[in-house]
């Protein structure tokens, strides 16, 4: 079982909010990556760490920020939320080396 | 256009019988993993696959990466119920991981 967690599991907000989706692991992983997800789409890579302050955008244009002060912990932030930005947002783990992927249970947030 | 092709895109079978679903791209990856997703969770990781020809059995799930680590292919026994959900497969060329958009499926008692 992986020790992975995303809060808030839902979340509906107004236009124009900030909103910080938050991601902790318990497994001592380096890397760690945020995925958006929408019906019928393959999930979208829009940030990934491997390690401390380090960070990277993913291949799909995102407004949203991360941070990587401590190895557990990786928020993301949306600074303006937008109706655009409602999807399912998954956060997950794995170590260095390592191809797979431990996945938290998701955020799925709608801005209204 | 997807990197990793899913097909099909839903599948809808009864209790007891047998099903394939596929992973294609005209990439070559050093791996290809399998998830499976349920409703209001995230992905779980099933099979890791990384040798071209290679075949792993879980259960009644029995996994194929292609010879030439481009393709792959789940095929379950048997279905449940309980088999019930998105199977996404997943490559990874270097330190990159591409996603499929998943094949829906729903097992019927």
């Known amino acids: 079982e992986a020790d992975i967690y995303q809060t808030p599991r839902y979340l509906v907000i107004g236009t124009g909010k900030k909103i910080t989706l938050e991601c902790s692991q318990t497994?001592?992983?380096?890397?760690m990556y945020w995925y958006q997800q929408d019906p019928g789409m393959e999930l979208h890579l829009i940030h990934y760490s491997y390690g401390v302050n380090s960070t990277e955008k993913g291949d799909l244009s995102s407004e949203s920020t991360v941070s990587r002060i401590r190895t557990e912990h990786f928020p993301l932030t949306l600074e303006s939320a937008r109706p655009s930005h409602t999807s399912q947002y998954l956060c997950?783990?794995?170590?260095?080396?390592?191809?797979?992927?431990?996945f938290g249970q998701g955020t799925r947030l709608t801005v209204v | 256009t997807q990197l990793l092709e899913q097909s099909p895109q839903f599948l809808s079978i009864q209790e007891g019988e047998n099903l394939t679903v596929y992973c294609n791209s005209s990439?070559?990856?050093?791996?290809l993993q399998w998830y499976r997703q349920e409703p209001g969770e995230g992905p779980v990781l099933l099979v890791t696959v990384v040798t071209g020809g290679e075949v792993k059995k879980l259960k009644r799930l029995t996994f194929q990466f292609g010879d030439a680590r481009k393709d792959s292919s789940l095929h379950i026994t048997a279905a449940q119920p309980g088999d019930t959900g998105l199977y996404l497969c997943?490559?990874?060329?270097?330190?990159?991981?591409?996603f499929g958009a998943g094949t829906r499926l729903t097992v019927k008692p």
């Open positions: 497994m001592g992983h380096d890397k």
């Open positions: 997943a490559g990874a060329r270097n330190n990159d991981m591409r």
């Open positions: 990439s070559v990856f050093s791996s």
């Open positions: 997950a783990s794995g170590v260095t080396g390592g191809v797979e992927a431990f």
